[in-house]
């Protein structure tokens, strides 16, 4: 009973009898008290004697459960989503060495290699193990994509002595080194950098020994090429791509002369998800699951304009993660619109709490970020990372074609554990049929 006091029970009251169904007390001095005691002769008058001991009010049927779970000895458990997480995510980079193993040990005379790989399938770690054999050769290297987060991103795991940047911030450097007097409020910076080293590249010093071009479905022809102008006559590139995640209009490229390899295994993303994304046929292929994490099929959360907003349902979802034991810190809330467009993106609180948005960069070309515990991204800027948890929210679309199916296996392909989706009623409908 002492335990019962010290637990967390609500008030309820507490008696004790002792039944000798088959004997009768004659000991005139007891150390249990004589009236607590139904012996024999009074037994046919048990239940009375309980019913007689029962408070005046009924308790609550949840208090009743607790005092039953007490002394069954049931407790209830919930798997730690912390330790969960540091799971998977061990598995998961272990499963996808893969392509790091055995795409360094391919040799061909072209010295020309074309990656097409889906999302999670090891590429990251490819192209850190390729960085990472250059520099151990005493060879200079570079990784160019085309999204800046993702570059930021690797730079932090890459050699230090590895070129990590953008095709863009190669133009800038470019127009600088040139002395060129930039305007980045100007409609037409972009294209005017672009152009002015796609105009100069047959000039670029041919210094490196190793090119990686990551993200190609979202380089122009002309860039790719401009970039491969950097690279010696016996250099080796790797361009790598996924045409799956192909947000962007461009026109495709290839390599003819070069060894191509096609990988459609999937490490990241939680055997549930994959099969959604099968199911809603976002991929032209479809992905090979090999994560060791089953997860949970996405939990949707829709809105209805003049009934229930966006914000109201990524409130709700963002809720009910904290419920399930997750915080902040392993959510990422990624909006399926860009940052124009975007009600998340300029929150300041977001299931309360403070959220972490990329702000600017420094002069240094370090990126500043709000100080918040919950980061939210647009899925045009996240593509190409990964967080525990994801959010893909303000999910809204008139025609789900080509591009929105994209967009939505970009979103969904984010998470390594949980992804949840804030949708319109409508964009949900589309789905379903």
Known sequence: MDRMQKGDFP????????????????????????????DAPEFDGLCRRILGLLPATEPSSDARQKVVDFFASRFYVVTDVSTNIGQVQQASTSLASGLATWVPKISHTSNLFFIQATAGSGKTQLALKLLQKAISDKHRCAYICFNRPLADHLSKLAPPSAEVTTFHQLCREHAERNREILDFAAPDVFNHITKSYIDNAEQLSRNLDLLIIDESQDFVPEWAIAVMNR?????????????????????????????????MDNFR?????????????????????????????????????????SL????????????????????????????????????SLLGGYKTKMFS???????????????????????KGQSMPVVVLCEVDFDELNDREKRKLFVGLTRAQVRVD???????????MQ
């Open 11 to 38: 008030s309820v009251s507490i008696q004790t009898l002792l039944v000798l169904p088959d004997h009768t007390v004659h000991s005139a001095v007891l150390a249990y008290p004589r009236e607590r005691i139904v």
């Open 231 to 263: 690279l010696k006559e016996d250099g080796t590139i790797y361009v790598m791509g996924d045409a799956g995640q192909q947000i962007y209009e461009r026109e495709q490229f290839d390599l003819t002369d070069a060894v191509h390899v096609k990988c």
């Open 269 to 309: 993303s939680p055997r549930k998800v994959v099969h959604v994304i099968n199911q809603l046929q976002l991929s032209e292929e479809p992905i090979v699951s090999r994560s060791a994490h089953e997860g949970e099929t996405p939990q949707i959360y829709t809105w209805t304009p003049n009934f229930v907003s």
């Open 312 to 347: 109201t349902a990524l409130n709700q979802c963002l809720k009910r993660l904290w419920e399930d034991g997750y915080s902040p810190d392993q959510v990422a809330v990624i909006s399926f619109k860009g940052v124009k467009n975007s009600e998340a993106l300029a929150q």
């Open 360 to 382: 600017r960069y420094d002069d240094a070309g370090n990126a500043l970020w709000t100080d918040g515990a919950l980061l939210v991204e647009s899925v045009y800027r996240f």
């Open 421 to 431: 989706v804030v949708i319109s009623e409508k964009s949900a409908q589309l789905l």
